[in-house]
């Protein structure tokens, strides 16, 4: 498939069909191409250096849409970067990235940019989109095979952040994946509750606009009033569900949340975190008639790799769901310490080699040789995650860099979430270490509890932790417990372990 070709020939097909869907803004194929060609076609005036990236600075607009179309329309990758960045680090991906251009959906854009940075601000930007004058299209200017389409930065080590190149054979790959292997039909509706800075937006961005489909924007203003969602939702009613596990836990806790509300549901997409079978569960059983698929896959291998629809028969014979089987056209290796090749059923780091590995961080040499080399004669990706593949089936451990030691012992910390999770008086869970002196002091679990008769937390406390002394050492209970009603997200849908070690809880 060519991407752009693709959603060209849906637009010239379905003028008139609705392409995004943000409450009452509606954006059809038809002007998203158009108006997309106009702005490619402004950009190609700037004289930009060639393939220079372009920041998009908004959330959730459809003029975002339209600016990520018109960049690569005009030979320029794309950097989406959503409202709720810190003013400091837009500046840091503007500086680092060497963007020669930001284009902004909304009025108010950090000030530090201003000077010495091109922009186009919105009241400019909605008179280009307005202008009434034809554009020829220019198909040799698109960006091809190895260009970059879009660079997302993620949060870095270093406390800088790292700008992920994607480019069209990796988007390409990925795109075709979905709409082939996840039971997407054509025209359908996606829920899109990821800001675009976050890949996880990718997911349904992109197979729904290649499949003729329509997005159904969540807003973070949205997704902070409960009552209005769900009519959103409701309304929306949605066909292809894609977000993070924990947004989905966050609508399971209201009992309304069911087929009866959003009848037509088809597939559930999960990525970004560890899908808990109890999640899992509850899906298929508020939603019958529905898919439900668990994926893994980070950021510099384009979204996800790996695929596992969620069968009765996978939740009975798995205590923690497997992240699946990888994607035809790549290949998952499991490797020790020293990057020999593990046995089958033995733990190591995951390797994701194959067209959909990018290639590299943009202007990180060294970083990217740290993460990056060649296998075979084809890119690979260190993920840093453990895991292991058994029978074809590949198993999420944990991040490398999620282990902790505490008072000695060795412990992960998904591993004792898990555990906390499978407890009845537990309906999600966190587990967050405190350091004293660089070291770990101790862990603290921050839960929000099912139903139960107790009247004081020191005794549900207790009951948690009789029902995992029979799962887990003594060493790897946490020292202390904290009750909420909701554990916070950051932006992008995860949850937010900064926020609770901070102490503020929603």
Known sequence: MKLLKTIQQISQKYPERDAFVNGEVVLSYGDLWEKSNRLASYIGSLQLEPKSPIMVYGHMDPEMLISFLASVKSGHPYIPVDISIPADRVSSIMERSQSGLMISTVEKVPESLNEGTQLILSEHLQHILGSSEQTNENEEAWVSEEDNFY???????????????????????????????????????????????????????????????????????????????????????????????????????????????????????????????????????????????????????????????????????????????????????????????????????????????????????????????????????????????????????????????VHGYRMELEEIEFHIQKSQYVEACVVVPFYKDDKVDYLSAFIVPASHSFEKDYQLTSAIKKELGDLIPAYMVPRKFVYCKSLPMTPNGKVDRKQLVNGVLA
């Not at 406390?159 to 039971?183: A, C, R, T, Y």
């Not at 996800?304 to 009975?316: F, G, N, R, S």
Request: charged residues 20%; contains cysteine; glycine residues 8%.
């Open 151 to 405: 660079i997302i930065y993620t949060s870095g080590s270093t406390g800088n952040p790292k700008g992920v190149q994607i480019n069209v054979n990796n988007l390409e790959s990925f795109v075709n994946w979905m709409l082939k292997d996840f039971s997407i039909q054509e025209n359908r509706r996606f829920l899109n509750q990821a800001p675009f800075s976050f890949d996880l937006s990718v997911m349904d961005l992109y197979p729904s606009l290649c499949s003729g489909g329509t997005l159904i924007v969540a807003t973070k203003d949205l997704i902070a009033q409960p009552k209005r969602l769900f009519e959103a939702l409701e309304k929306g009613n949605i066909q292809v569900w894609t977000s993070t596990p924990s947004f989905a836990q966050m609508c399971l806790m209201d009992p309304s949340f069911n087929d009866q509300m959003i009848p037509a549901m088809e597939v559930f997409l999960f990525c970004g975190e560890v899908l808990s079978t109890q999640t899992a569960r509850q899906l298929k059983e508020r939603f019958p008639k529905a898919k439900v698929f668990n994926s893994y896959g980070p950021t510099e291998a384009t979204v996800a790799v790996t695929a596992l629809e969620v069968t009765d028969e996978i939740l009975e014979a798995h205590h923690a769901l497997p992240i699946g089987y990888i994607k035809d056209d790549c290949q998952l290796l499991v490797v020790d310490e020293e990057g020999q090749p593990v046995n089958e059923g033995e733990k190591g780091e995951l390797i994701i080699v194959g067209p959909s590995v990018s290639k590299g961080y943009l202007g990180e040499k060294a970083l990217t040789e740290k993460s990056f080399f060649v296998h075979n004669g084809q890119r690979a990706y260190k993920t840093g995650d453990a895991g292991y593949i058994k029978e074809g089936l590949a198993y999420y451990q944990g991040r490398l860099d999620f282990q902790v030691k």
